[in-house]
């Protein structure tokens, strides 16, 4: 019989918050702007910088309409991205 792991909702979305920072990091810095800030990705992924922002410090979850818009930009595996693998969609 599989183990039953318990993962606390607070430890995931923090955990997918610090992904989803080093994502922006590397994403600018794929694109030429090293410095990518939280603003410019927002507006990148048509988003106010503010609900954006949101998702980085873990205090939202973002919806599904977000992070296949977060997909289409990046090209990131979504799968990655929750799960914790980031890697390039194939």
Known sequence: ???QIK????SIRSAFSARLSMLREAFG???GRPGLTRKEFAELLGL???RYSTYER???EPPLSVL???HLITGVNLNGLIAGDIDKAA
């Not at 993962?7 to 607070?10: G, L, Q, T």
């Open 1 to 3: 019989m599989a183990q």
């Open 7 to 10: 993962i606390s909702a607070s």
């Open 29 to 31: 810095r794929e694109i």
């Open 48 to 50: 106010e910088a503010e």
């Open 58 to 60: 873990g205090t939202r």
């Open 68 to 70: 296949a818009q977060i």
